[in-house]
């Protein structure tokens, strides 16, 4: 199949259960982050320690905000049964006690990266997009409809996907991570697909008319572009493209040298720039 084939023009009529279904799965074929320069580079073992190092610290900042963004969306949701279902998106995430959950797990990954605790968790070393791009992502969920709301969740269709290939690559590919410091995605592959069902079908229910299909779509196209924004952040500030060689760091992100956010160890050259 064509991978131009997602242009359509916007619907008048409205779509079947089962064609907007496919529209929505030919929106992640075509726009989610499977496909960024950088996530093909994570695994592909194309990164240095530094590079993988800046995507995790970054990340942190979306991991940190997912259970902010459903907490907002849970206090919308006027069924006691959706709360219920919802509710376990925060656990996932905060666990039921102190050490447990998927924030705790994203900072093993940092921890094993050699990355101060302090440092990530404080964020204030992110790049001012990933910001921008998760700030965008919380206000969308708490200003649209809880219909564009929902939808926007499902990228989550499609992240078991990517987390297999890039789990599999990085095991492979790099030697500073392992399976203990991943760990974060094993739970991932069961609580993404349970919750992307949940979603799909709240969105096949209550997305009838086509203007309601249509901003579902559109959801699903603005949560791609967070995501997609994310890494094109991480592209422009550490890796670069072409004859712009190794990228250009933002002042004040990890990684500049400007006011503390100097790379510690190895990563420095004579200058208090970036070694390559
Ligand atoms: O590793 C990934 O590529 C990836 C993607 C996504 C996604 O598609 O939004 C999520 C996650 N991971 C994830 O771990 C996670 O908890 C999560 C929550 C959500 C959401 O929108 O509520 N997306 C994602």
Redesign the pocket.
Known sequence: MSLSFENHPDLVEPLSVEALEARLREVGETR???RHPF?LMLQNGELDKRQVQAWALN?YY??AM?PI??ASLMARLDDPELRRTWRS?LV??DGEAPGEG?IERWLKLTDGLGLSRELVVSTRGILPATRFAVEA?THFVRDRTLLEAIA????????PM??GQ?VRGMLEHYDFVSRETLA??EP?LT??PR?AEMALDYVKRHAVRADQQQAVIDALRF??S??WAMLDALQHAYVGSGSEGSGQVPPGAWGSGVEGQEIEGDGLNDHGGLAR
């Not at 926007?152 to 992240?159: D, G, I, K, R, Y």
Request: glycine residues 2%.
């Open positions: 989610y982050h499977h996530q990340r979306y991991q997912i963004k459903d998106r996932d995430h998927g992502y926007s969740s499902l990228t989550e269709l499609f992240s990517v987390i890039r974060y995605f991932r609580q993404a919750d949560k791609c967070v995501l």
